[in-house]
Nanobody, 120 residues
């Protein structure tokens, strides 16, 4: 089992910044990818950004140029630096981790989410 603990959410003004962190712990043989999703009330969950093997990153077009994802593989931590925040960025941000065992068995885990609220 893998546990994910997110932090860094809160209230920011439009144009401001927040930095989210997600720490993975538990039974982990290998982390293939760590990423961030978000879900606003009445909206579908959407991928914000992820970081895969080799530190390959992908960022959603809606946040490209404003958000940056990074990983610390030693600490099993993924970060999301959010700059130039907009009110439409308001959502619960949820950490996601993909794992793999030595036999190639994959797992997928979700954090509880951290609230990000951006005021006008």
């Amino acid at each position: 089992q893998v546990q994910l603990v997110e932090s860094g959410g809160g209230l920011a003004q439009a144009g401001g910044s927040l930095r989210l962190s997600c720490v993975a712990s538990g039974i982990i043989d290998r982390i293939n990818a760590m990423g961030w999703y978000r879900q606003a009330p009445g909206k579908q969950r959407e991928l914000v950004a992820d970081s895969r093997n080799g530190d390959t990153t992908n960022v959603a077009d809606s946040v490209k140029g404003r958000f940056t994802i990074s990983r610390d593989n030693v600490k099993n931590t993924v970060y999301l630096q959010m700059n130039s925040l907009k009110p439409e960025d308001t959502a619960v941000y949820i950490c996601n981790v993909e794992t793999r065992t030595r036999l190639g068995v994959r797992g997928n885990y979700w954090g509880q989410g951290t609230q990000v609220t951006v005021s006008s």
